[in-house]
């Protein structure tokens, strides 16, 4: 089925659409724009509007993502730039053809760690300890502003010191303190992330966000959202499991420290693994349309 032969979406249709996601979305942005005027930091959910980088109002913004046809009218012409969107027989479009091969290229990389990630086994035994090895010997507290360590320095040391640490994840393992690198199993490079990332991993998961903002306007809001809410999932999973006190925030420890919160971390992450699975799958069912569209 050719693009114009698709079912168009109508005017009406598209922009109630639009209206909802806006809505959806500003339940979670307005309180974080009025945390952020008050000067309020959040140890949890900041990281995601500062680590990914979408700003919260891309993340309110409707994409219909490619394969979506719309009626052509006022507001899509202000809504959709020419430079990704095509406005032809009274339809507009997202229409790869208009990509510049350095946008290809980035759709490329993007498609291929997912599949190199989905395609890789899953490692359930990292039981959380990146966050740990970030706070090893007590030199980079990247949080010590807002929130306290729950655990003295030495029993902190002690644990990082007592197990293996596995990290796949490079963007973890770069932010571990210089003396707990050289404890990682793996040495991790830039370079080589699509030779570890494992869909077991926290950070993996998370990540399917900033891919799926990567691949904006291509994929829908829709499926972003999804993404999203699975980051949050996911930071509140690896805060929870870390060496911080998030009491006053409303969370309980995941004491991976005992052998009960060990195990409590893994199922956690087997759940995550499995509600990433279908958004990872998708995400790469989209590249595949965009990169083989004309």
């Not at 409707?62 to 959709?80: H, M, N, S, T």
């Not at 350095?102 to 993007?110: G, H, I, N």
Request: aromatic share 10%.
């Amino acid at each position: 089925m050719t693009p114009l032969s698709r079912p168009v979406l109508t005017q009406t249709d598209w922009l109630e659409a639009a209206a909802a996601h806006r809505a959806r979305a500003r339940a979670w942005t307005q309180p974080v724009r009025e945390r952020k005027a008050r000067g309020d930091k959040h140890p949890l959910h900041d990281f995601l509007h500062t680590y990914y980088q979408l700003s919260l109002g891309k993340l309110e913004r409707w994409y219909p993502g490619f394969g979506v046809v719309l009626e052509d009218c006022e507001e899509a012409r202000r809504a959709f730039p020419e430079r990704h969107y095509r406005f032809t027989e009274g339809t507009c479009r997202a229409d790869p053809g208009l990509l510049e091969e350095k946008a290809r290229k980035r759709l490329r990389f993007v498609r291929h760690l997912l599949q190199a990630t989905r395609a890789r086994p899953p490692n359930f035994a990292c039981h959380g300890l990146h966050e740990w090895a970030m706070v090893y010997r007590g030199t980079m507290l990247r949080h010590g502003e807002t929130i306290p360590l729950r655990l003295p320095q030495e029993e902190i040391d002690a644990l990082v010191n007592s197990r293996p640490l596995c990290c796949s994840h490079f963007d973890a393992f770069r932010f571990f303190a210089p003396e707990a690198r050289s404890l990682n199993c793996l040495q991790l490079d830039l370079r080589a992330r699509e030779d570890n990332e494992q869909p077991g991993c926290v950070h993996a998961n998370m990540d399917l966000y900033k891919w799926a903002a990567k691949s904006l306007p291509w994929i829908s809001s829709d499926l972003l959202w999804e993404c999203f809410h699975l980051a949050l999932k996911a930071r509140e999973i690896d805060m929870r499991a870390s060496p911080y006190d998030l009491s006053s925030f409303g969370h309980e420890p995941i004491a991976v420290e005992t052998r009960v919160g060990r195990s409590e971390y893994e199922q956690e992450q087997r759940l995550l693994a499995e509600e990433a699975r279908p958004l990872r799958d998708g995400l790469i069912r989209q590249l595949d349309k965009v990169l083989a569209a004309d």
